[in-house]
């Protein structure tokens, strides 16, 4: 007599987005996948595969967007609705038993302080508080209390920049998979499954990425602990959200999740690392050296290391920027060291100029020298648009990003411009356009970015952090948050009391979430202690 597989579907939205810019994201950003281009996109969920093989994996749609500005209301509606529509049509057919929910965890939506819990509430008037969720998320996503309540396991990564997100989307699968076939004891499971606890503690700590990076301490020895808390008996899995700091929600700050069966376990596990999170906050610095950016090009200018990169922290496209921020590039051109006669050369990366300007520059070709207007259509908060004049170095078709892009020379500055924004991590990002960062054109390269992504940090023989003004600012205070919950670290330096960081145990959605306190227990422990019982026997 065959096993029937388990029916897993799978659906999310991801955005990381900051309400501090005037950008907005809409629907077609999101370039949504649906059915079974969706099991296309991960090679763990093959066929043949020890995950593919294990259950019956249907698509619903996913959708994850570069991070840009909050998503429209109209945007939300459009894929939420058809998210829903698609599971119903799956529901139709046959039971769903299982879903992974995946997120980013940083979504804005206009109107809405909670999208993703907002989402996964809908998706479950549709295939019911029976079916088991499992989301995974970004570390610089958040975790709501209603949002924990919602999901019955789930994982975050575990490094900054993220270098194990396939990872951390696998291990959100293989635990729902363990979760709908087999007892926490590791038997086969007869009838539902009992779902685990989660011990949810939020921390009054928000910083951005660039000071909680897991390659340098404190963050790194905090992370290590991740997994170790993770393999403690009667511990399923664990995480740490450093949340997203560029959003102004009263959801935004730091969280812990652990859960498991076991609720003494979980709820320690839980303890020690916000307990860990909470004492080095103190220690948490800035990535790289970081200044003012006259502070980092004197420094560029002075050092021999080369290439010396400086990150244009504040309009960084890939934390939620709007990209088209002009600031920094009016402080470059406007500089005598990368003038006509000077030999200093600089590669900035880059700055959207629209269909228009690349029309130009296409039609008069490489080699040719022009004139075009670039940047501020949609952030000019800081800085209006520049017309700039230059030779024409080089054009590329067919970014997936990008669409065209140009590089114009104007000085010994060699400006990316771009049809539509677009994030330079990658090495083959600039030598694509006649670029080589390691020799020619390598004096300082100058990138719209937060922390260096791998390739760039092992290209660069040094670097600087520079402090510049944008939607995702690294100076939190200069923004001007008003809705997250306060005291509020770094915002408060000053704390009359320790915070509460015990373990509120969270129910699964089968049950109310009860109190309006954050700081309620929300689950009798006796009820647990149990569930741990009858399965211990």
């Known amino acids: 007599m065959s096993t029937r597989k388990p029916l897993i579907a799978i659906a999310g939205l991801g955005c990381e987005t900051s309400t501090f810019t005037p950008s907005r994201t ?11 281009e969706i099991i296309d996109t991960y090679s763990f969920l093959q066929e043949g595969t020890e995950l593919g093989d294990a259950a019956d994996w249907r698509g619903a749609l996913i959708g994850h967007a570069l991070p840009g500005g909050v998503v429209t209301k109209a945007a939300f509606e459009e894929l939420a609705e058809e998210i829903v529509e698609r599971l119903r049509l799956i529901k ?22 909670d999208s993703e819990a907002e989402l996964l509430r809908r998706i479950r008037t549709v295939v019911g508080p029976g079916t088991v969720v499992s989301a995974s998320m ?16 789930i994982t975050v990564f575990r490094t900054a920049p993220h270098i194990d997100e396939t990872e951390t989307k696998e291990r959100a699968c293989r635990n729902l998979v363990t979760l709908l ?41 905090i992370y290590t602990a991740v997994p170790e808390v993770a393999a403690v008996p009667g511990v399923f899995d664990a995480g740490i959200w450093v949340g997203y700091a560029w959003a102004d929600e009263p959801r935004d700050r730091a969280v812990v999740v652990v859960t498991g069966w076991d609720l003494a376990a979980i709820t320690q596990g839980a303890e020690k690392l916000a307990h860990m999170f909470w004492d080095a906050r103190k220690e948490f610095q800035f990535v790289a050296p970081n200044g003012s950016l006259d502070e980092c090009l004197e420094a ?20 939620g920027g709007s990209g088209d921020v002009t600031w920094t590039l009016k402080q470059l051109l406007a500089r005598p060291e990368f003038q006509q006669s000077s030999d200093s050369r600089l590669i900035y990366a880059s700055i959207p100029a629209g269909p228009e300007a690349i029309g130009i520059a296409v039609e008069a070709g490489i080699g040719a020298t ?37 590089v114009l ?33 390598s004096d300082i ?12 940090y092992d290209m660069a023989a040094d670097w600087m952090l520079a402090l510049t003004p944008g939607g995702v600012d690294q100076h939190l205070v200069r923004l001007g948050h008003k809705r997250i919950h306060r005291p509020m670290w770094p915002f408060d330096k000053s704390w009359d009391k320790r915070p509460d960081l015990r373990a509120r145990v969270i129910p699964s959605s089968c049950q109310p979430l009860t109190g309006s306190n954050e700081a309620d227990l929300t689950v009798v422990a006796s009820m647990w202690r149990a569930a741990t019982m009858l399965f211990a026997r």
Request: net charge negative; with cysteine; glycine share 8%.
């Open 370 to 406: 022009i004139t075009v207007t670039v940047g501020a259509a949609v952030d000019n908060i800081y800085a209006g648009p520049i017309t700039m004049e230059g030779n024409v170095h080089s054009i590329k078709h067919g970014d997936p990003d990008a669409i065209t892009e140009v």
């Open 138 to 153: 970004d570390l610089h996503g958040n975790v709501s209390r209603e949002l924990c309540h919602q999901t019955d396991i």
């Open 181 to 221: 076939t087999q007892k926490p004891g590791g038997s086969t499971a007869a009838g539902a499954p009992v779902l685990p606890l989660k011990a949810w503690i939020p921390i009054p700590i928000l910083l951005p990425g660039e000071q909680t990076s897991t390659r340098m301490e404190p963050a790194k020895h």
């Open 445 to 456: 390269v100058a990138v719209k970015i937060g922390y260096l992504e791998p390739e760039l």
């Open 26 to 36: 809409d629907a077609p950003a999101f370039r949504p996948k649906r059915g079974g």
């Open 300 to 319: 560029a200018l002075a050092s021999s290391a080369r290439p010396y990169f400086i990150s244009d922290s504040g309009d960084n496209p890939t934390a």
């Open 92 to 113: 139709n057919i046959t039971r769903i038993d299982g879903l992974w929910f995946d997120i980013h965890g940083a979504m804005s939506v206009e109107d809405l302080d």
């Open 409 to 441: 020379q104007t000085g010994s500055i060699f400006v990316i411009l771009t049809e539509l924004r677009k994030p330079y991590h990658h090495e083959h990002d600039f030598t694509d356009l006649k670029l080589d960062p390691r020799h020619a054109q």
